[in-house]
T-cell receptor, first 113, second 112 residues
Framework: DQQVKQNSPSLSVQEGRISILNCDYT??????FLWYKKYPAEGPTFLIS?????DKNEDGRFTVFLNKSAKHLSLHIVPSQPGDSAVYFC????????????FGTGTRLTIIP | KAGVTQTPRYLIKTRGQQVTLSCSPI?????VSWYQQTPGQGLQFLFE???????NKGNFPGRFSGRQFSNSRSEMNVSTLELGDSALYLC???????????FGQGTRLTVV
């Protein structure tokens, strides 16, 4: 049972345009969400996170939106750069102090120069 | 500050053997989690240790076990290896006061 789903295995975006990566979840107990970026042969790198009490969090070119009623979150990257090409994972936590991350299966983002 | 260190980076084992992987968390971090990544499965949670105690466990068979030492370093052991255990094993550390987990580069295990 995949509690965190990333339904797009891949996405291609022109350099300079906006990249939008989507993530859906089924467990209403999730209350903290994170996005990780992963290059081949490296561990995931933390990008940005959002608490369930917020609907938006912004950090530079990265913005995460959370729609709790739809159990949906998205990561926006503006403007997209070639170095953003990687696999992006969304992850969720059920409660503070519980470090068990539930990951989606990832979306491979390719930025086209 | 040094990041999360996993050793070895690559490992080839034969079916039926056992393997031990090591993870040194970021200094001061007390929580260490282990994940398995296989193609198409994303990252699957194995277990989490906090202050030498297993605090959380995923849905993996008992062949997968772990432990944490007083210096927060952690080891993961897989006994009676199967071909399907071939994967990238990732360790993540966190402070326990912040939700962000920081990952090591992983150990690529190949079972032949």
């Amino acid at each position: 049972d995949q509690q965190v789903k990333q339904n797009s295995p891949s996405l291609s975006v022109q350099e300079g345009r906006i990249s939008i990566l989507n993530c859906d979840y089924t467990n209403s107990m999730f209350d903290y969400f994170l996005w990780y970026k992963k290059y081949p042969a490296e561990g995931p790198t933390f990008l940005i996170s959002i608490s369930s009490i917020k609907d938006k969090n912004e950090d530079g070119r990265f913005t995460v939106f959370l729609n709790k009623s739809a159990k949906h979150l998205s990561l926006h990257i503006v403007p997209s750069q070639p170095g953003d090409s990687a696999v992006y994972f969304c992850a969720a936590l059920t409660n503070f102090g519980n470090e068990k991350l539930t990951f989606g299966t990832g979306t491979r983002l390719t930025i086209i120069p | 500050k040094a990041g999360v260190t996993q050793t070895p980076r690559y490992l080839i084992k034969t079916r039926g053997q056992q393997v031990t992987l090591s993870c040194s968390p970021i200094s001061g971090h007390r929580s260490v989690s282990w994940y398995q990544q296989t193609p198409g499965q994303g990252l699957q949670f194995l277990f989490e240790y906090f202050s030498e105690t297993q605090r959380n466990k995923g849905n993996f068979p008992g062949r997968f076990s772990g432990r944490q030492f007083s210096n927060s370093r952690s080891e993961m052991n897989v006994s009676t290896l199967e071909l399907g255990d071939s994967a990238l094993y990732l360790c993540a550390s966190s402070s326990g006061t912040s939700q962000e987990a920081f990952f090591g580069q992983g150990t690529r295990l190949t079972v032949v």
